[in-house]
């Protein structure tokens, strides 16, 4: 009975910690590949930038109507920078950031799962332990209680602890 509740906690724990890899992995590269997306754009929108100065700076040297239409076509095309200036900051705050959040969220689980396994491998080794007495001992019931009552004492102490 012990045996197999030791045997779930382990494919438990096994279960959580192939997780907490698979997020650590996907979740890593989505957010550098979102942040390099992020400054892409960024990058686009500067460009664009410096293209609206430039048909600025054109349309100041052509005749009036000509220069009316490129100040239009330039003030257009500048709203739409401002556009992607608004999903530059929308990506940055709603997606980039959660994202990194996670990488601290992972490192507090590995920790935990890592404190479990400690745990875990160190009721076994109790439980070996109890078993060897078992073995060696099995008329001496004094001590065969002793080792079960320290062995749930430890249970419950680690228990405690991981909490």
Do not use: W
Not at 38 to 43: D, L, Y
Not at 66 to 74: D, E, I, S, T
Not at 93 to 103: D, N, Q
């Amino acid at each position: 009975m012990m045996r197999r509740t030791l045997e779930n906690r382990n494919a438990q724990t096994k279960q959580l910690q192939t997780a907490v890899s698979n997020v650590e992995k996907h979740f890593g590269e989505l957010c550098q590949i979102f942040a390099a997306y992020v400054r892409k754009t960024a990058r686009l929108r500067d460009k664009a930038d410096l293209l609206v100065n430039e048909i600025n700076a054109y349309a100041a040297t052509e005749t009036p109507h000509l220069k009316l239409g490129l100040m239009n076509f330039a003030d257009e095309f500048a709203k739409l920078q401002d556009y992607r200036q608004a999903e530059v900051e929308r990506l940055e705050a709603k997606v980039v950031e959660p994202l990194k959040a996670y990488g601290t969220i992972v490192k507090m689980k590995r920790d935990d799962l890592k404190a479990t396994f400690t745990a875990r491998n160190r009721e076994a080794k109790q439980l070996t332990q109890l078993e060897r007495t078992r073995q060696r001992n099995p008329s001496d019931r004094h001590v065969i209680n002793f080792e079960e009552f320290s062995v749930k004492r430890r249970n419950i102490r680690n228990l405690y602890s991981l909490c």
